[in-house]
């Protein structure tokens, strides 16, 4: 079993997770930093919240976010992931040496897929768009469920049951971190940070049913428990 960790860092200032903790991009790059140290393989800067009812920005804004922090953290040795809709964002996080784009909308994807095209970049898509995939770059794309996503309790149970056969057709990314599947399953009324125990579980679960990739907040929880689950399996 392996399986990579992505860590995130929200250089927003309205992420429901978050609240703007890493807004200014000395913040964006020591936290980055320090989840690189917990152990994460891979860093998803984000400029722009998709949390439910989250006001949109264009594409200028969100590089101008991401911009100041991108060079930095490539620098720091870990693979570095770009989240984003926007081609033109895209575009120019592959310019500055992003190693992945992670796309949430199906609808970009067909152009996303071109800037494939020449180099060694990855691209996180929505399993729903599979049908738009180049099969020739099948091998470096990974396919999100998309939990959270408008989904109820039941369909976001039902996304992570169906791991297994997704990864039958090409890598899985799954990004159920601090969402709100944790609070549906238990009835917990934590806020933010109180669900840590759910969340490294879901990660875990993944894992075992055949994610190459989580995404998550909690790093070094989470690669402490995989790196248990490893060993165990190893034994």
């Known amino acids: 079993m392996s399986c990579k960790v992505m860590g995130i860092v929200n250089i927003t200032p309205d992420s429901f997770s978050d609240g703007g903790q890493f807004f200014k991009p000395e913040e964006a790059i ?3 930093k320090n989840l690189i140290e917990d ?3 891979i860093i998803d800067l ?3 919240s998709t949390r439910p009812g989250a006001t949109p920005i264009g594409w200028e804004e969100e590089w101008a976010r991401i911009e100041l922090v991108l060079g930095k ?3 720091l040795g870990a693979l570095v992931s770009v989240d984003t809709y926007h081609p033109e964002t895209a575009e120019r996080a592959i310019e500055t040496g992003a190693h992945i784009i992670n796309c949430v909308y199906a609808e970009p994807i067909p152009e996303m897929l071109k800037m494939l095209e020449g180099n060694d970049v990855e691209l996180v898509m929505p ?3 599979l049908s738009t995939r180049n099969p020739v770059l099948s091998n470096r794309i990974y396919l999100d469920p998309m939990i959270g996503f408008g989904t109820t309790r039941e369909e976001d149970v039902e996304l992570l049951r169906s791991i297994p ?6 890598r899985v990314l799954v990004g159920a971190s601090r969402k709100r599947i944790v609070k549906k399953l238990t009835g917990s009324k934590g806020g933010v940070g109180k669900n840590v125990g759910g969340n490294v579980a879901i990660a875990v679960w993944a894992a075992i049913q055949g994610a190459s990739v989580v995404r998550v907040h909690d790093v070094n929880e989470t690669v402490q428990a ?3 689950l490893r060993a165990l ?3």
Do not use: I, P, T, Y
């Not at 056969?165 to 090409?170: F, M, N, Q, S």
């Open 73 to 75: 953290v490539a620098d």
């Open 226 to 228: 995989l790196r248990v």
């Open 39 to 41: 152990g994460a393989d």
């Open 46 to 48: 984000g400029g722009e």
């Open 30 to 32: 020591r936290r980055a």
């Open 127 to 129: 399993a729903s768009a």
């Open 165 to 170: 056969e997704l990864a039958k057709k090409g």
């Open 233 to 235: 399996r190893e034994e």
